[in-house]
């Protein structure tokens, strides 16, 4: 069964340290998310991604973020400059279609970001 | 934003035990999933189930969207079921999910 994949799967990084976190979504889908869960809280949405531009982007998602489809196949997260509160887990998903209906989302198995 | 709220918070099972978990939401929704967040942070996806419902071995869902709950049961716990589950829920018209904070299972050997 396709699944969506994510590496790394933990991330070690000093304050202020740019990290990318990469994905690789089911191939033929079409629309892509990051979302983020800091340790003991529920799973947040950051940002949403299709035809290769952010469709929409939660609070949380500023100016140190970015997202990127470089190729066919990769879907990353970067976070430009590295805090403290920025450590959580990180999860990407992918859905089949881009639109607003009654489609699944399929969740990889996170990257887990440790800033010190 | 739509609000969802999961209940009970936690729940202790001896093995072998029923549960029911529970989801409200505060607004139509076109998709409803349950995950099991494993001890390693993994989400592990449940059930996809907008409306109706679906069995999967000793777990089943129902989702009834027009009065905007979906029920997750647990048969015959096992320890393995021990963690947390998570319902999320796309509003009508919206292309992200949004989390329910949570139910916390324990089961006990």
């Known amino acids: 069964e396709p699944e969506v994949t994510q590496t790394p799967s933990h991330q070690v990084t000093q304050m202020g340290q740019e990290v990318i976190l990469r994905c690789v979504p089911i191939?033929?889908?079409?629309?892509f998310y990051w979302y983020r869960q800091i340790l003991g809280q529920k799973v947040e949405f950051l940002v949403s991604?299709?035809?290769?531009?952010?469709?929409?982007k939660s609070e949380i998602f500023d100016d140190q973020f970015s997202v990127e489809r470089p190729d066919g196949s990769n879907f990353t997260l970067k976070i430009r400059s590295t805090k403290l509160e920025d450590s959580a887990m990180y999860f990407c998903?992918?859905?089949?279609?881009?639109?607003?209906?009654?489609?699944?989302?399929?969740f990889g198995p996170g990257t887990r970001l440790t800033v010190t | 934003g739509i609000q969802v709220e999961q209940s009970p918070p936690d729940l202790i099972l001896q093995e072998g035990a029923n549960s029911t978990l529970r989801c409200n939401f505060s607004?139509?929704?076109?998709?409803l999933q349950w995950f099991h967040q494993n001890p390693w942070g993994q989400l592990i996806n449940l059930f996809y189930?907008?409306?109706g419902t679906k069995q999967n071995g000793r777990l089943s869902a129902t989702t009834v969207a027009t009065e905007r709950y979906s029920l997750l049961y647990i048969s015959s716990s096992q320890t393995t079921d021990s963690g947390v589950y998570f319902c999320?829920?796309?509003?009508?018209?919206?292309?992200?999910?949004?989390f329910g904070a949570g139910t916390t299972v324990t089961v006990r050997a």
């Open positions: 998903a992918s859905k089949l279609q881009p639109g607003a209906g009654p489609y699944e989302q399929y």
């Open positions: 191939s033929n889908h079409l629309y």
């Open positions: 991604f299709y035809n290769n531009e952010i469709s929409e």
């Open positions: 607004d139509s929704v076109n998709n």
């Open positions: 189930i907008p409306s």
């Open positions: 999320a829920v796309v509003r009508s018209n919206d292309y992200k999910l949004s």
